[in-house]
């Protein structure tokens, strides 16, 4: 078993221990806004099983048919999780709308803030270890879920607030509109997490500094050659690849090229793991010196 499936195994013991948690606490109550917060949970753990199956078929070695490796699963991990979260909202919304118009007294408030705030304590924890192992990883599921579990803490906390308002103003009209307001805000996630995914999926290329930085060591790795031109890099789960033309002089040996070639992928893999570089070496007709993703290069030494 993966670091990444162990991780995931991890959020789904934690997401039965909060939706336990949750549970009991919309039990005790009846709040409709704990029963969006639990009903947010039963995602969380939906979502964790889908997460361990991602990454387990991620983690399989490329094969024929997938030359590349497996690593756009996660991708898909990601969006099945914000498609349950826009269900999740749904759901929330009709209990809502019910309990606007049908306002009910909330019982035992205190034992059900109490739980419920033991379940964000547990939330939050994981969300930041999720965050942290997902980002050193460079694993989309990981980093889904630790999202996800960062905007359950914050709606959670929202929850408790407004119960506890509920409860000493005897506003019971809050439960329902703050039960809505968790509604929005889940929607609203489970969206931005739908298209960072698909994102993903479309070959998007990595954050502008990223790309910056890979400009600059090539340029620095590089002497000897000409320029390099027509960079294009992509993510693919835990992989970026990266291609670009490489301009030498025309005299140049194809061995020397190769060792320029050899000096520039040393150069980037030694400071961005996961890198899978594709160079391709050309002779000096071809320079463009025309600025369009052009990088000039220094020749000291030749």
């Known amino acids: 078993m993966t670091t990444g499936e162990l991780y995931a195994v ?4 934690t997401g ?10 919309w039990w005790l109550t009846g709040s409709a806004a704990l029963y969006s917060d639990a009903l947010e949970s039963i995602v969380n753990v939906v979502a964790s099983v889908v997460a361990w199956g991602a990454l387990r078929f991620a983690a399989r ?28 909202a749904w759901m929330i ?3 809502a709308w019910m309990s606007w118009w049908q306002p009910k007294a909330l019982s035992l408030p205190l034992a059900g803030i109490v739980l419920n705030a033991l379940a964000t304590a547990f939330n939050g924890a994981w969300a930041v270890v999720l965050l942290r192992v997902g980002a050193r990883l460079r694993s989309p599921a990981l980093q889904a879920d630790g999202r996800h579990l960062m905007s359950d803490v914050v709606t959670s906390i929202g929850v408790a607030a407004g119960v506890t308002l509920a409860v000493l103003t005897g506003w019971l009209f809050l439960d329902a509109a ?6 929005v805000y889940i929607l609203w996630s489970g969206s931005v997490l739908i298209f960072r995914s698909v994102n993903g999926l479309m070959d998007a290329a990595p954050e502008p500094a990223i790309v910056s930085r890979i ?25 970026t690849f990266l291609e670009f033309h490489l301009v030498v002089p025309g005299t ?3 061995a ?14 030694a400071e961005m793991g996961h890198l899978l570089v594709t160079i391709h070496v050309e002779p000096e007709e071809k320079a463009k010196h025309d600025g369009r993703q052009v990088e000039p290069i220094s020749r000291a030494g030749q």
């Open 256 to 269: 020397e090229a190769h060792r320029i070639c050899d000096r520039i992928e040393d150069a980037l893999r």
């Open 61 to 88: 070695p490329a094969d024929a048919n997938h030359p590349y490796g497996h690593d756009k699963a996660e991708f898909f991990s990601a969006v099945i999780e914000g498609a349950l979260i826009v269900i999740a």
């Open 16 to 25: 039965c221990l909060v939706l336990a948690l949750k549970g009991a606490a």
């Open 252 to 254: 140049m040996s194809v």
């Open 215 to 239: 400009r600059q060591l090539v340029s620095e790795a590089g002497t000897g050659a000409i320029e390099a031109h027509d960079f294009r890099s992509r993510h693919a789960g835990k992989l």
């Open 178 to 183: 703050l039960a809505a307001a968790t509604g």
């Open 93 to 95: 919304f009709e209990e």
């Open 10 to 13: 991890g959020s789904l013991v």
